[in-house]
Structures are given as structure tokens and as C-alpha cells.
């Protein structure tokens, strides 16, 4: 048996950053940014205000009160998007709406309410100290400030500052082609009635709606039978295309088990047993020929176990990194938490357990309970109706207790949070 981190190791020493694309930043939304940028402009871009109000010299303002207010001429009116620049002199101001440039001769901004809203001629209640509601150039960043680093998300956040300091396209890694195939010959399409031994393919589903989460592009979505030659076929249909191509059941030491059978012998899918569960029998690697050309890098192949929460935490413990590290992403791995248990469970010895899990924020903190109210197992398909994310136990752990404190993931897809 070898370690998780072992396994990932493996992994992730094959998932190179696939090239990038230039694209429209709103194309770019969820990818991870194939290159650090720097502001193009200042932020903000000039001097403006803050506020709805008039433009003034603080001077003029200073004993300005209720009982003594401060009449100025109104000699210009600034809206948000004006250019002008109007020359200001003791004794006058210029309305102005926030955003909009202040005056060179102008130091501070008396807000609305602190005026009678005069156009021509405008009443001044309160003093206004210089420098007072004005946003100043470049307080924000300065043009070559740094904005953006290299393999961090596409976010909205990220999108809207790189929008305001000057791009319009941004340079994103290429999303990896991934194609699904489930092998089985007991699985039928969703919502097909069953015969006697059959079961929907669920996987299916599963790993390519994670896939299209974690920003992959779907090549296609195959179910196979039992039958290596028809896997064979599949495969050999699918390598050209593809960067990654995640297959589900068939890989334990079952008699019937086409994928190990098909992919072992050449020792491009490597069959190891990893220290967890559920996820134990996993199958990693990369094809090459005669599945591809000469000279040609084929796709990397994940041999996922059948079993749904397996094929679930197997994806996300292995086949997710992979696809964020092909898009280049910096962090590839989720942040865990530290929950208490809300009820106790049991755990296999020897093996990292990770549980499919319901993860809460209380006003005591993060709390977590398993998802399967009959404890764990890698078929409970319909507990993951209730997992937003799992838990991790060590290895060593044989029991967790309630109100054990325990590692958690909480579920995210590339998107954003799940509830
Ligand atoms: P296997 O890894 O092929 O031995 O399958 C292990 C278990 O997972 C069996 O009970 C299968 O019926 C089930 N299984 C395999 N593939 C799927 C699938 N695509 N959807 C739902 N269950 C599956
Ligand atoms: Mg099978």
C-alpha cells in the first residue's frame, strides 16, 4: 500500500500547465490567469469625488456653519464623466457628482447635504477640510503596481480590478479536454427501468459534471460493458482527443474487470493500492503507443473505482489537483478546516479515512456529522444527495468521538461555494 500523498506526488508530476489563450476577460471568469499583470493605469485614474456636492477651496469654507454660512458662486456643474477642468477662484465652486474630476483649484468637497443644493449660488453650513471626500489619483495602485499573480483564479473580484486598470483581455490556461468513460455491464442511462442486476450509471454524471466544475471542457461521456474490447475501442477513439480520461469501475481484482485488464500490462496505467477509503484500488498514468502517435504525449488516464462515494473522493482527492494544476493554478489543493464532530463514527484501521460528510457553520463554529446516517460505505450513492464536502481522519484514528475536533474539506467547485 502506498500513501495518498504518494499518489498525488505521481500525479501531479505529470499534470503540466496545458498553453494558454488570450481571451476576453469575461471569458476568462473562473480560469486561473497564465501570467502576473500589473496595473496599466492609476487607480483611480484621476482626482475625483467622493461624494455629491460642490468643489471648493477649504479656505473659503473654514468658519462656515449653520449660524454663519459661507455663500459661494457656482461658476461650473461636473458630472461623472466630464472632462472639463474649470479654473476655481477664492469666493467659488463648481458642483460636482461623485466621480467626477475635481478642479486643480479646488481642495475639498462640501457634500450636498451640507448646502442649500443652490445651482448658481450655493449656501455652505459646514467646513470642509482639505483633502476632505477627494479620492486621489493612484491611492489605489500606481501604473506597473502590481494587481494580479500568475495562477490565481479568474474571480469576479480579480476580473473587476483588472477591467479598472486597463485590460480587456487576459491571457488564461487552455481548459483541459476530458473525456468520461464507465465501465459496467450492469449500468444503464439514467431513468432506464431496471432488469434484475442492473443499476443507472451514476459516475457518469458524477465525474463529468465535476469535471465541468473544475473547469475541464467535456470531450465526451462513454459507458462500456465488461467487455475489454469494447473498452479497447472507446479508448482508442477517445486518445487523440483528450488530456485527461477519467474511467470508473474495473479496476479492482475482480474477474471482470476490463480496465486493469486493457491498461496494466504496458505499465502506462499503473494499479496501486493507496493508504485510504474508501478509494483504494487506484489506476494512474499516461498513454502512449501505439494509443497515440509516434512521438505524441497522450492523454493521462485515471482508473477511478467503481464504487460512487469512491469514484467521488477519488476524484477529488487525485483528478481534481490534476485538472487545476494543467490550468496552472498556484493552489491546488482545498483548504481544510477543523470541525468538531457533531456525532461519533467509526473508522477503518490503517487507512486515511475520508468520509462524505455535512459541514455547518453555528455560532460554536464548524461543526460536521456524516452524510450516511447508517455510517460510512463507498455504495451509499444516495448520502451524497446530503455531503457538502468530507471529512479526513487519520490513519490511525480507529474511532471518532463526538466532539472530536477532525479535518474537513468543504465542498467548492471552481465556481464558487456549494451550500
Ligand atoms: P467495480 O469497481 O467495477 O468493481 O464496481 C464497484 C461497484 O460500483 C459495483 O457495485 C458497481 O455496480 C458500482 N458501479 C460501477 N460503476 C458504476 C457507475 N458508473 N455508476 C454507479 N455504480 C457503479
Ligand atoms: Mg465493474
Known amino acids: ?222 459507458r462500456v460493458s465488461d467487455e475489454v474490447a469494447e473498452l479497447e475501442a472507446a479508448l482508442q477513439a477517445l486518445a487523440g482527443r483528450c488530456d485527461v480520461i477519467v474511467l470508473t469501475g474495473g479496476v479492482s481484482m475482480g474477474a471482470y474487470d476490463p480496465v486493469k485488464e486493457l491498461l496494466s500490462p504496458g505499465g502506462q496505467v499503473r494499479f496501486e493500492k493507496v493508504a485510504m477509503q474508501p478509494g483504494k484500488p487506484q489506476g494512474f498514468g499516461r498513454l502512449a503507443e501505439p494509443w497515440v502517435g509516434e512521438g505524441e504525449l497522450g492523454p493521462l488516464v485515471f482508473g477511478l473505482p467503481g464504487n460512487p462515494v469512491s469514484a467521488w473522493v477519488s476524484f477529488l482527492v487525485f483528478v481534481r489537483p490534476c485538472l487545476r494544476a494543467l490550468q496552472g493554478a498556484s493552489v491546488v489543493e482545498d483548504p481544510r478546516l477543523s470541525a468538531r464532530a457533531e456525532t461519533g463514527w467509526r473508522t477503518p484501521p490503517g487507512r486515511r479515512q475520508y468520509l462524505p460528510a455535512r459541514i455547518r457553520t453555528t455560532e460554536s463554529g464548524v461543526v460536521v456529522s456524516p452524510a450516511a446516517a447508517r455510517g460510512s460505505g463507498s455504495h451509499l450513492v444516495g448520502s451524497l444527495a446530503d455531503a457538502n464536502g468530507y471529512a479526513i481522519v487519520d490513519a490511525r484514528v480507529e474511532r471518532v468521538e463526538e466532539g472530536d475536533v477532525v479535518q474537513v474539506v468543504r465542498l467548492m467547485s471552481d465556481v464558487g461555494a456549494r451550500l
Not at 177 to 182: D, E, G, H, M, Q
Open 1 to 222: 500500500m502506498i500513501e495518498v500523498e504518494t499518489q498525488l506526488a505521481r500525479v501531479l508530476g505529470e499534470s503540466r500547465q496545458l498553453p494558454s489563450d488570450t481571451v476576453a476577460l469575461a471569458a476568462a471568469h473562473g480560469r486561473y490567469l497564465a501570467e502576473s499583470l500589473v496595473s496599466r493605469y492609476a487607480l483611480p485614474p484621476w482626482t475625483n469625488s467622493a461624494m455629491d456636492g460642490y468643489a471648493v477651496r477649504s479656505d473659503d469654507v473654514a468658519a462656515a456653519s449653520p449660524e454663519t454660512p459661507v455663500i459661494l458662486d457656482v461658476v461650473a456643474d461636473l458630472p461623472a464623466g466630464t472632462a472639463s477642468d474649470p479654473s476655481l477662484a477664492s469666493g467659488q465652486a463648481a458642483r460636482i457628482m461623485t466621480g467626477a474630476p475635481v478642479p486643480a483649484d479646488a481642495d475639498a468637497i462640501v457634500p450636498v447635504e451640507a448646502t442649500d443644493g443652490g445651482e448658481r449660488r450655493v449656501r455652505i453650513t459646514a467646513p470642509a477640510k482639505r483633502g476632505v471626500h477627494i479620492r486621489s489619483a493612484g491611492e489605489d495602485r500606481q501604473p506597473g503596481d502590481p494587481l494580479v499573480t500568475a495562477g490565481s483564479r479568474g474571480s469576479a473580484e480579480a476580473l473587476s480590478a483588472l477591467a479598472s486598470a486597463g485590460y480587456g483581455t487576459v491571457s488564461v490556461a487552455r481548459r483541459p479536454r476530458v473525456a468520461v468513460i464507465a465501465t459496467g455491464s450492469e449500468l444503464v442511462a439514467p431513468g432506464e427501468a431496471l432488469e434484475r442486476g442492473q443499476i443507472p450509471d451514476s459516475n457518469s454524471l458524477l465525474i463529468s459534471s465535476l469535471a465541468i466544475e473544475h473547469g475541464s471542457e467535456l470531450v465526451d461521456v462513454v
